[in-house]
């Protein structure tokens, strides 16, 4: 307890709380997120009560010994000013230890990560629109499958600082909600894409690619899967090309975080990095 506030794990409910909130604050988050987000790290979700009451929540997933993510950091609104998310907060970091801490910070929320301790990386740019493409015909293109996720996670660890086998394991199951390609050249994984419905459209995450050729045939696989609905792209800042694919098929900036790390800044691929997986969970 911290005076009237009680701050406790998240049941899976609590989660389904915590995401309404984060819709009611225009952040659109995918309709079938919350059971892999758990399943990342179901001990990673915390929520603060006042006289039983849900009041702010934080994620802080833990990613093995050495990693974590912060997000979903948000207090009631009629709440705010009371000091209670900055408990939670304080709660969070202390579930971290002695990580490496990531997040995305929305603009103007950086000063306050600052003063934590966070240090700026770079920008994520999300764009977002109605995309008109044709279904493009390559025998490198494989839907995901079972027979591709090992092979997929293995592709996958040199773009995140953290094991996370546990979660894309859940991510890339195939539904109706959330579909994906992998873009194979003789055997080899060369990137692969997952596109997700949320509260408004689409969003594509990760989207991983070796070459901006590859990157474009993934991107135009799952666009057409969209039915003409909205999508949108987080590629981080410092990959040029990212930006330049969202541009070429009329997408436009909407929103943006600062992607901040405390305790050092882990090396990643960002320049084969077209979009990154989540701003909740990096």
Known sequence: MNGEIEIRTMKRADLDTAIDWARDEGWNPGLGDAACFHAADPEGFLMAFEAGRPAASISVVGYGPDYGFLGFYICRPELRGRG???QLWRAGLAR??????GLDGVVDQQGNYR???FVLAHRNLRFGGTVAC???DDPRLQGIGPALLEP???YDRPFFPGPRDTFLTCWLQQSEQRFGYALVDDGTVTGYG???????GYKFGPLFADTAEGADLLFRALATRSGGAPVYLDPP???PEGIALAERYGL?????????????????????????TSFELG
């Open 237 to 239: 800042a410092p990959n």
């Open 252 to 276: 436009a900036p909407v929103f943006e975080t600062a992607r901040m790390y405390r305790a050092g800044a882990p090396k990643l691929p960002l320049d084969r990095t077209f979009g990154i």
């Open 96 to 101: 971290m230890g002695r990580r490496c801490i």
């Open 84 to 86: 209670l998310g900055f």
């Open 134 to 136: 044709g279904v493009p």
């Open 152 to 154: 997929l996670l293995a």
């Open 194 to 200: 997952v596109l997700r419905r949320c509260v408004e």
């Open 115 to 117: 003063k934590e301790g």
